[in-house]
């Protein structure tokens, strides 16, 4: 009998190799009775071999392994080597059913899975956890060349055996193994792209890629070499408005009363490229039938460096607060919901400012598998890998503003508030010389600068064994799987920070030589402002020390440290169960964490020079995981599955944070603080699955599925009003007519709230067209619609200025998402188009101080295009021509305060064209 770990039985690996909901229903029901027909009258030549290649070829090697597992699955797998369908991994995963894409700098970038935020599914390298260059545990996917995987495994339901495993799902990329190939092949890749922005200040709009695959075997197909490398230059070209949050019901001279405003508004050109290198390499040896060793290496280095040219003006400062002279409004417009539109202010002072970043991310990650095989069906597994994440952040900004000595500097704006487009502002006086702007003193300061630093480093050794039965348990269980894994993570983040002030020659222009030329801000109603070389200008004019002992700036350096333990045990099922054939699994996960935290607290109490202390944290949690994956034939090629299951997540790491801010109302001699917690519990869930599938052999399939998940709890920030802190108020000196200090109060954390429920409806379809009508032949359709709901709420104390302070939905969560793609693919040419879609959602992004917030975000719609031809023969055999086209339909990136008539971010970043070839050989 065939072992479990010889088939990866649960654990399948990928082969090497205007959207609205009526349209995406209408390309199922088509896609259903194309199913029938196709079971009445199979095509003729069904029987024959057939090569598929290119598009087909990758879809139907993701059908193969949907249909081939035990759990229920999602699969992205590549056209050819070097070759998936998108131009970039995350936005193949934000196609599959269930799954949608949050854009960051014009990129998808972060993964949902089923309504969760991202922080809720783990991310796996060839099956080991992976460490992230950001502050928590999900990847950021841009960081992954597409051309260097081979595919993508989505699991949606968990089994036993999963170690890493997350609660909403758990994301596979997998390489390539070389001797799954029965040749050489070399494969090579170059494009060319274009941003249709255009260049400004020092940036180019033009951009490359390029990659070389080698693929080799060699000893009698004993040893096996794969070797990657994938080169990007990105251009970084955005266009945004975003006004000042909160919008607020205040007094403003001219405004009606019980108006809901804006202090502040923005618009930027932000300039600059991202580059980034990969590499890939995977040593396959078998040299028996007993015994095969694998070891593979991965790394990356990513280098974003852009400068955001801004014009800004805040709306109740001038120089001082409120207004003097004051910011009168005339002409206000106010719409039926109380939110000003627009209108005229008088003597406002604006900033010319240049918001400087410039971040380097690098990657490595490196395996060692071996597995043996024994007579009679055992086998065992030994795996060791390790994995390092690093992040250097640089962040300075320069402001300035017209000189006050130099005579008129108040300026009169006109500005319309818009939802749905660019908000409009226009000036009386000009912003485009630069000789008439000085660094300067603004109510921002003269600058300010940030240098975050993080490194996340995971160490694990998994080892499993496979244990065939003499006779099947109860007719059913075949085989079982043990194992136990080990994993140690660090990781710690520091952020220094400070202002950058003006050096001792006083307030200065820039002079000529710092100076990259005038950016237009048309979009905005604004004409041009200069734009300047940030750091050159600190290094001049200004000077710069970072510190990170301020009371404000404790928490946000920290080490958190997680040992993990996980054994299992897995029966998998292959047999018979009331009349029919059904295949799965059930098992048992134990995994428990040792999860602690050092880092400092500032003690508000304590004297001058002795507040900054150490301190640390942490507990040990376990957790019982069961699981059942069934998977029923139901006759005619037809699947029915069921799934239940014990979910976790671990908490957020930068939520594990010791640190915190502490101090004693002297007054009353209650003590309080914010910070984080080491004691946090994880996210845990009961879930259950089903799925019924319907496949033609692996060209086409109809899926409908449906989720329960119970969350027993969810992890937002809360107030203890009743925490012990006494370890903090030993040594506390109360003044002589001073109580003393209380041994408890009110501790700001997150905590382990209360849960609720999450269900959803999936949709799922990949047809080609022949299976209707021979005259079709060539074309496809592959659709899917995924609709969530959940109960629960949460609070998010520290976003509160965007969303609001009372109770809001989960983060990622939509509740509805469409993905439409047809191609037509057929003696050598190739096109396809792509549509994926979402509702709006509460999206996570940096803000300012470099924390996580939230946002509402507007639902996007995000088209693209895929044209080519490949050379079938001739001297050309093998080389292939592509076009592309990313964001064809230049979907803008907008969030909102609590209504769409309040808008807080209008972002383009523009369509991406891309012109290349690939060879194969």
Request: glycine share 10%.
């Amino acid at each position: 009998m065939k072992s479990s770990i010889d088939k990866q039985r649960g654990m399948p690996r990928l082969p090497s190799s205007g959207l609205s909901a009526s349209a995406v229903a209408a390309a199922l029901l088509c896609a259903a009775a194309a199913a029938q027909a196709q079971q009445a009258t199979p095509p003729a030549g069904d029987n024959m071999t057939v090569t598929v290649t290119g598009i087909r070829r990758g879809i139907e090697s993701a059908i193969a392994v949907k249909k081939n597992s035990d759990s229920i699955v999602e699969s992205v797998s590549a056209e050819d080597i070097g070759k998936l369908p998108d131009i970039s991994i995350a936005e193949s995963i934000g196609r599959l059913p269930g799954l949608s894409a949050q854009r960051v700098g014009g990129r998808a970038q972060v993964i949902s899975v089923r309504g969760l935020s991202p922080d809720f599914a783990t991310t796996l390298l060839n099956g080991r956890e992976l460490v992230s260059t950001g502050d928590n545990r999900s990847v950021e996917f841009d960081q992954y060349p597409s051309e260097l995987l081979s595919g993508v495994l989505v699991y949606k339901t968990p089994d036993a055996g999963l170690v890493g495993q997350g609660l909403s799902g758990t994301i596979d990329m997998q390489t390539a193994r070389p001797l799954s190939f029965s040749n050489r092949v070399i494969a090579l890749n170059a494009r060319g792209q274009r941003n249709s922005i255009g260049s400004a200040a020092n940036a180019k709009a033009t951009g490359n890629r390029f990659s070389a695959s080698y693929i080799d075997q060699f000893a009698d197909k004993k040893v096996g070499l794969a070797i990657g490398f994938a080169h990007q230059e990105t251009p970084v070209q955005e266009n945004q408005v975003g006004l000042y949050e909160p919008w607020k019901v205040a007094d403003r001279p001219g405004v009606p009363s019980g108006t809901f405003v804006s202090d502040g508004i923005k618009a930027l050109r932000r300039t600059g490229k991202t580059e980034r290198d990969g590499v890939m390499a995977t040593l396959e040896i078998r040299p028996s039938k007993s015994w095969v060793s694998i070891v593979d290496a991965f790394a990356s280095k990513a280098t974003q460096e852009d400068t955001a040219n801004q014009f800004e003006v805040n709306l109740q400062y001038n120089g001082a607060f409120p207004c003097s002279p004051a910011c009168t409004w005339t002409q206000t417009t106010v719409n039926d919901n109380h939110t000003q539109t627009g209108g005229t202010i008088t003597n406002v002072f604006p900033l010319v400012r240049g918001m400087y970043n410039k971040r380097e991310d690098k990657i490595h990650a490196l395996g060692w598998n071996n597995r043996f095989s024994f007579d009679g069906g055992a086998s065992v597994v030994a795996d060791l890998n390790y994995s390092k994440a690093k992040r250097d952040e640089l962040s300075l900004e320069n402001n300035s503003q017209l000189n006050p000595a130099a005579g008129t500097y108040f300026d009169t704006m006109k500005l319309a508030f818009n939802s749905g487009d660019f908000s409009k502002m226009t000036t009386a006086l000009r912003y485009d010389d630069p000789s008439k702007l000085f660094l300067r003193g603004t109510i921002y300061g003269s600058g300010y600068g940030k240098v975050p630093k993080v490194e996340d480093e995971l160490t694990g050794v998994k080892l499993t064994a496979n244990l065939p039965l003499a006779s099947p348990m109860v007719g059913l269980v075949s085989d079982v799987d043990v194992g136990v894994n080990y994993a140690d993570r660090s990781k710690q983040k520091r952020q220094p920070e400070g202002n950058i002030n003006v050096g001792a020659q006083g307030d200065t222009t820039i002079a000529s030589d710092l100076q990259y030329g005038l950016v237009d801000l048309g979009f905005a109603g604004l004409g041009n402002i200069p734009s300047w070389n940030v750091p050159g200008a600190v290094a001049r004019y200004m000077t710069f020390n970072p510190t990170d002992t301020e009371n404000y700036l404790i928490s946000k350096a920290w080490n958190v440290d997680e040992k993990t333990a996980t054994a299992f045990a897995r029966a998998n099922i292959d047999g018979t169960l009331a009349g029919l054939a059904v295949r799965g699994n059930f098992g048992l996960q134990v995994v428990r964490t040792e999860q602690s935290s050092t880092a400092r607290y500032f003690d508000n109490s304590a004297p001058a020079g002795s507040q900054v202390k150490p301190i640390d944290d942490g507990k040990t949690v376990t957790d019982v995981l069961p699981s059942l994956n069934l998977a029923f034939s139901l006759g005619g090629d037809q699947t029915l599955r069921l799934a239940l299951a014990r979910q976790m997540a671990r908490p957020r790491v930068d939520q594990l944070r010791a640190s915190l801010e502490f101090g004693i109302d002297r007054a009353t001699g209650n003590p309080g603080a914010t910070g984080g917690n080491a004691r946090l519990d994880p996210w845990r869930a009961n879930a259950l699955d089903i799925s019924y599938e319907k496949y033609f052999g692996n060209r086409a399939y109809v899926a409908a599925a449906a989720f329960y998940k119970d969350l027993r709890s969810y992890i937002y920030t809360q107030a203890n009003h009743s925490y012990d802190f006494s370890r903090f108020i030993a040594g506390y000196q109360a003044c002589d007519t001073c109580p003393p200090a209380k041994p408890t109060g009110t501790y700001t954390a997150p905590y382990n709230g209360q849960g609720g429920k999450l269900k959803g409806a999936e949709l799922s379809a990949s047809l080609p067209l022949n299976l209707i009508t021979p005259a079709l032949n060539g074309f496809g359709v592959v659709a899917s619609a995924s609709f969530n709901s959940s109960n629960i709420q949460v609070k998010d104390p520290e976003s509160e200025s965007s969303v609001g302070g009372g109770f809001i939905t989960l983060p990622g969560l939509s509740k509805r998402v469409y993905n439409l793609t047809a191609y037509y693919e057929r003696a050598g040419f190739e096109a396809r188009v792509s549509q994926r879609k979402r509702s709006d959602f509460i999206g996570e992004i940096g803000n300012f101080a470099g924390n996580r917030t939230l946002r509402y975000v507007v639902g996007e719609s995000i088209v693209d295009l895929q044209l080519g031809y490949t050379f079938q023969d001739g001297p050309a055999k093998g080389l292939g021509l592509l076009f592309q086209v990313n964001n064809l339909n230049d979907d803008a990136y907008q969030t909102y305060a609590g209504t769409k008539d309040r808008p807080l971010e209008h972002i383009k970043w523009g369509r991406t064209l891309l012109f290349g070839a690939n060879y194969k050989f």
